[in-house]
């Protein structure tokens, strides 16, 4: 896929189109992985292109459970990534747009901002 060949980073999370139910079980999983074992680590999720704001929403709710106990966010504003331990990519295929991406990372490089991974929304 594209998106994956222009994004550095290794794809965490796939959640599929269509199947919002299975994504509160994977996204509930996810939460609990040994990345985020460590409870005192902040978490940013950085959303790169027009995520739809009802996805958005679904992520919050689940990840405000999820991580109660942790400071987290999701933003698009890379200035506020640098402020937090693990820094994730929330995209989506087919809607983000492939200049869009490769701006995103060459500023996550400049700005030496060290990123996890990424969550892969809408695959087909």
Do not use: C, H
Request: glycine share 4%.
């Amino acid at each position: 896929d594209k998106i994956l060949s222009l994004i550095k980073y290794p794809v965490l999370l796939k959640l599929y189109k269509g199947d919002k139910e299975k994504w509160k079980d994977n996204l509930s999983i996810f939460s609990k992985s040994k990345i985020f074992k460590d409870k005192n680590k902040s978490v940013m999720i950085y959303s790169i292109g027009n995520l739809n704001p009802s996805d958005l929403n679904y992520f919050k709710e689940i990840f405000d459970n999820a991580f109660k106990n942790r400071e987290y966010k999701i933003s698009d504003k890379i200035e506020e990534t640098d402020k937090y331990d693990i820094n994730l990519i929330l995209t989506s295929q087919g809607i983000t747009k492939e200049k869009e991406i490769l701006e995103k990372v060459e500023q996550f490089q400049i700005l030496d901002i060290s990123i996890t991974g990424v969550i892969l929304t809408n695959i087909m």
